[in-house]
């Protein structure tokens, strides 16, 4: 995870006078799962309810296809939520990324099952 002033960052950098000083990154691993909706990628499935947002516990969600629903939060795009779990290993990131995604729930829900393998596993 990048913390510090990532905009000051990129601006300084963008001068040609960068200035690593103003972000730190912490140590070992982020894995990123993406819950993409019915039909993605070459099409998507809009309004099905999100249920299990609350569950989530220790990762981030991230809403990229999403819009509010009378009952909620629903799909609205491709790709529905990125899910960002950390860990001090690759193997403890990708079980925690995985185990946050497995209790949200919505009709059609796709996602990729390698996300954080070594190509050698």
């Given at each position: 995870m990048v913390r510090g002033d990532f905009a000051g960052y990129l601006f300084s950098a963008a001068k040609g006078e960068?200035?690593?000083?103003?972000?730190?990154?912490?140590?070992?691993?982020?894995?990123?799962?993406i819950l993409a909706s019915a039909g993605y990628p070459a099409s998507s499935r809009n309004g099905d309810v999100i249920a299990g947002?609350?569950?989530?516990?220790?990762?981030?969600v991230f809403h990229c296809?999403?819009?509010r629903g009378?009952?909620?939060?629903?799909?609205?795009g491709g790709r529905v939520l990125a899910v960002v779990a950390q860990g001090d290993t690759r193997e403890a990131a990708r079980e925690k990324a995985y185990?946050?995604?497995?209790?949200?729930?919505?009709?059609?829900?796709q996602r990729r099952s390698d996300i954080g393998r070594m190509h050698f596993e």
């Open positions: 960068l200035k690593p000083e103003l972000v730190s990154f912490n140590e070992g691993w982020s894995i990123c799962v947002l609350d569950s989530v516990n220790g990762s981030r296809g999403t819009r009378d009952s909620g939060f629903e799909t609205n185990q946050s995604a497995g209790g949200i729930i919505f009709d059609g829900q």
